[in-house]
C-alpha cells in the first residue's frame, strides 16, 4: 500500500469511529425535542407570521366552495390564515388521523367531528360552541340539525348540511306501473313496488342499500319514531335511556319485516351497496331509491341529464294513516371546534364567518347541499333540496353515536338477512348486547 | 466461564447468520454498520409491536386515560361470536388459498414449461398481469362484475341461458367466501406461476432424461422428479400463501367490508374494524389484542416454513 492508498483509504479503526458517531449523533438527534414552531393558532408573532387555523373535513361537496371561501376570509382577515384539509375517505383515512390529532391532544382548530362529538365533549376536547358562539348564532339552525350534538346543555358542533332521507324516484317508472300519486303508507309503498315489479320486466322497483347495518338504520329508526311520536326515542336508545325492547322498537322492527316479506325491496339487497343502487336508478332498471339528501348533487354530475330533468323525491311514508312522515334527519355533517388550541378564538372567527347568513346560504345552494339553518333553508332554489328541506321540521335521529352502534347495526343486518325473522327477538338481541355496554357518565 | 459462554454465543451467532467465525473488529464493523438499520427497526417495528402487545392488556379508546384491562381483551374474545367466525373464516380461507395456490399453478407451470413458444410466453403474460394489479383495484373491479343486479357475470349468465346459475354474489352468506376465494386465485394465480416456472427451468434436465429412459411417464416425472427437486420452492409458496392468507385484508375490506352479517369477516377487518372503524369511539386494546393473535398465527406460519425446512434440508 503506497502513500497515497493510504491517506484516501479510512482504516476500520477510523469507520469504526465514523460509524459510531453517526449512529450515536442520530440516535441524540432523534431524542432531542425540535426546536418548537410558532404555536399554529397564536396570537399574530411580531414577525408578522398568521395565526394558522386547521380546517378538517371530509366534505367534498364542498371542495370548489371551501376554498373561496377561505380566500375571501383570508382577505377580510390577513391575521388568519386557514389550512383546509379534505380527506374523502372517511373510514380509511378521516377518522384514523382524527382520532389520532386527540390522541395526541392536537385536533385540528375545527373539525367534522363524525359521530365523535359528544365524546370530545366529555373530555374537553370540544368547545361548547353555544357557550362560546352565543344563543343568538345557534337560534337560527333547525333543531333537529344540532339535537345529536347537544348534552347537558352543552353544544358540541353545530349541523353544517342538514340530512332528511326520502324516496328518489322516476315518476315516468311509476305512471308507467299505474303508480297514482306518492304512497303515503309503507303498506301502500310495497304495493307500488311490486306493481312496478311486475308490469315493468327486470325492474327492481324500490331499492334500499342494505350491504351494511348503518345504510338500514337510516331506513328503520325514523319507522321508531313513527310509532313512538317522540323525535327524542332515538336518542334516548342511544344512551339507554329507553330500551331496545321497548314496544316502539318492536312495532318499527315488526313493520320492517312486512317489508321485507312483501317485496317492498329489490331482490338480493344484501349484496347491494349506495353506490350499485344509484347506477341502477341511472340505468334504469330501479324506479325509486330511499337515501339522504346528500345525494342531489351526485346524482346531477352522475345520472342522464334527462332523468336528472324528471326525478323527483318523496317523504318517507307514515307508519299509520294521518301519521306525521318521520324523516331521518340528524345533520351527519357538522363542525366542531378543538377547545384547547391556543387557536380557538381564530378558529371561532372562522366559524362565525363560515355561517354568516350570505356566506353559509351560498355555500349550501353553490353545492346543492341541505342547509342546517332555517335563513339558508328559505334561499335554496333546487326543487329538490327545496322539497326535502321543507321536511326538516319532521326530522329525527337515524343514526348512533353511543357504545351501541355496532351491535344494532350488526342484529339488523341478521333481521335483513333473515337470519333472525322475529322481531322480538331481534329487539331482544340488540338489547342484550346493549345492556353490558359502558354509556359513561 | 461468562466470557466463554459469550464466545460460544457470539461464534453461534456468526456462524448462523455467516457460515464461518469473525474477528471482535470483524464483527464490530459488522454492528457498526447494521446499527442505523437496527435503530430504524426498533423505533419503527420493535417499539410498535411491543406497544401493541401492551396496549392488548390494556383499555384505551384513543382520548380518554390508558386503563389496565389485564387478560380482559382475550377473555372477551372467548365470548365473541364476531371473533370466532372471523377466527373460522381466515383459517378456512387461508387453507383453501394455500391448497389451491400451490397446486394449481404448480400444474400451469409444468405445462407452461412443456414449451408452446410464443403462446406459452403470451399466456404466461396474461395470467400474470392480475397481479400487477393491488388489491384494492381488484376488489373494486370485481365488486362491479359480482353485482347481483347490474354485473357482467349474472347478466352473461342470463344471456348464455344459465340464469340459474345466478347468485348474489357478495350478498349471500353462502356464497361470498366462493366469490373472495376465486378473486383471490384470479389474482394471484400468475405470481404463482411464474414463481414455479422460473423454479422449473432451473432444474436439470438430464434427470428428467434419465426418468424417461428407466421408463418414467409424464405422470411419475411429475411427482417422482419435477415435485421433489421443486421442493425448496413449494415451501416458499406455501409459507407465501399462508402469511398472505392470515393478512388478508384489502380485498375484503373494499368488496364487502366483512359482510354481509360478518360472513367475510376475516381477523384482518374485524381488527380494522374494532380499532379504527368503530361507530362509537375506537377500541385501541381489544384491536390491540386482535393483531396479537394475527402476529401469533403469522409467527406459527413462519415457524413451519423453517421447521419444513430443517425437515427437508433444504
Known sequence: MNQQDERNNLSRRD???????????????????????????????????PTTVRFWSWYTDQQDQFPKVIADFEAL??????????????????????????????????????VHSIEFGRQGLAADLLKDLGADFMADFFPSANSMFL?????????????????????????AAGVDGEPELWDDMTVASNQIKQKIEGNLGVMQAADNGYSVNDLWFPMITGFSGDPDTVRQLDDHEAKWTDQPVVDALTLYRKTLDEGLWQENQTGIDQIACLNALYAGKGAAFYSGSWNPGRIY???????????????????????????????????????????????????????????????????????????????????????????????????????????VADTIMEFTAGNITDPQVAAETMEAGAAKLNYGS | MNSVRQQTLSARLTSFFLGKPLGRQERLAGLAMTLPALIFFIIFIGIPIFRTLLLGFQEWNAIGPITWAGLGNYQRMVDDQVFHGAFFVTLLLTGALTLCLTTVPLLIAVL???????????????????????????????????DPNLGSLNTLLANIGLPMLQRNWLGDPNVVLWAIGTVAVWQQLGLYVIIYYAGLQGLDGTLHEAAAIDG?????????????????????????????????????????????VNASQVLGTYMYRVAFANPGLPEFGYGSALSTVIMILCILAVFFQIWMSRRSNI
Open chain 1, 15 to 49: 469507520f469504526l469511529r465514523v460509524a459510531g458517531l453517526s449512529a450515536g449523533a442520530a440516535v441524540l438527534a432523534s431524542c432531542v425535542a425540535p426546536a418548537a414552531p410558532a404555536a399554529p393558532g397564536a396570537a399574530p408573532s411580531a414577525g408578522g407570521q
Open chain 1, 77 to 114: 382577515n390577513p391575521n388568519i390564515k386557514v389550512d383546509l384539509q379534505l380527506k374523502s375517505d372517511v373510514e380509511g383515512a378521516y377518522l384514523p388521523a382524527l382520532l389520532a390529532a386527540a390522541a395526541g391532544e392536537d385536533l385540528p382548530e375545527i373539525y367534522a367531528p363524525h
Open chain 1, 151 to 175: 348534552l347537558n346543555g352543552a353544544q358540541y358542533a353545530v349541523g353544517w348540511m342538514a340530512q332528511t332521507m326520502g324516496f328518489f324516484y322516476d315518476p315516468d317508472m311509476f305512471a
Open chain 1, 301 to 407: 354530475k352522475d345520472a342522464p341529464p334527462d332523468l336528472v330533468k324528471r326525478l323527483k323525491v318523496m317523504k318517507t311514508p307514515a307508519v299509520t294513516a294521518g301519521a306525521r312522515h318521520w324523516t331521518g334527519n340528524s345533520a351527519g355533517a357538522a363542525f366542531s371546534v378543538a377547545n384547547r388550541s391556543p387557536n380557538k378564538d381564530a378558529a371561532l372567527t372562522f366559524m362565525q364567518y363560515l355561517y354568516s347568513p350570505d356566506v353559509y346560504a351560498w355555500v349550501m345552494s353553490d353545492s346543492v347541499s341541505l342547509p342546517a339553518t332555517k335563513s339558508a333553508a328559505e334561499q335554496v332554489t333546487d326543487p329538490i333540496i327545496k322539497t326535502m328541506a321543507s321536511w326538516l321540521p319532521d326530522g329525527c335521529r337515524h343514526w348512533l353515536t353511543g357504545p351501541a352502534g355496532q351491535i
Open chain 2, 112 to 146: 407452461f414449461n412443456m414449451g408452446w413458444g410464443v403462446f406459452g410466453t403470451i399466456g404466461r403474460t396474461m395470467l400474470f398481469m392480475p397481479a400487477v394489479i393491488s388489491w384494492v383495484v381488484t376488489g373494486a373491479l370485481w365488486k362491479l362484475i359480482l
Open chain 2, 216 to 260: 418414467a411417464n409424464a405422470r411419475q416425472q411429475l411427482f417422482h422428479v419435477t415435485v421433489p427437486l421443486l421442493r425448496p420452492v413449494i415451501l416458499m409458496v406455501v409459507t407465501l400463501n399462508l402469511l398472505n392468507g392470515i393478512k388478508l385484508f384489502d380485498v375484503i375490506y373494499v368488496m364487502t367490508g366483512g359482510g354481509p
